[in-house]
């Protein structure tokens, strides 16, 4: 299923950057970012259970915020996309 996540972390608080630096990386393990603070995910249900886990964790959650947002198995006829930053296969070869 495809999985859009998108964060803010509060870089001002104490620590704040060095959890988006670990927000951003740990998502970079799952999937591509679409836009600084957008992820695209293609997980399953044990994948997305893990990362959701791991997010908890790494956020202040009086501070920071996560949204998942389940687009399912037939997100291709869902997600549309303008302007120049190219859509990537997600399921495809990741070598060109």
Same mark, same amino acid.
């Given at each position: 299923?495809?999985?859009?996540?998108?964060?803010?972390?509060?870089?001002?608080?104490?620590?704040? =950057? *060095? %959890?988006?630096?670990?927000?951003? *990386?740990?998502?970079?393990?799952?999937?591509?970012?679409?836009?600084?603070?957008?992820? !695209?995910?293609?997980?399953?249900? =044990?994948?997305?259970? =893990?990362?959701?886990? !791991?997010?908890?964790?790494?956020?202040?959650?009086?501070?920071?915020?996560? %949204?998942?947002?389940?687009?399912?198995?037939?997100?291709? =006829?869902?997600? !549309?996309?303008?302007?120049?930053? !190219?859509?990537?296969?997600?399921?495809?070869?990741?070598?060109?």
């Amino acid at each position: 299923m495809l999985v859009l996540i998108t964060y803010d972390v509060n870089t001002i608080s104490n620590g704040g =950057t *060095k %959890r988006l630096r670990r927000v951003s *990386k740990l998502c970079q393990n799952y999937g591509q970012r679409v836009q600084n603070s957008v992820f !695209e995910c293609v997980l399953d249900s =044990t994948q997305y259970a =893990t990362l959701k886990i !791991e997010l908890s964790k790494i956020i202040d959650s009086q501070k920071d915020s996560l %949204r998942f947002y389940q687009l399912g198995n037939n997100y291709k =006829t869902k997600v !549309e996309h303008i302007g120049v930053k !190219e859509s990537i296969d997600l399921e495809g070869p990741l070598i060109f």
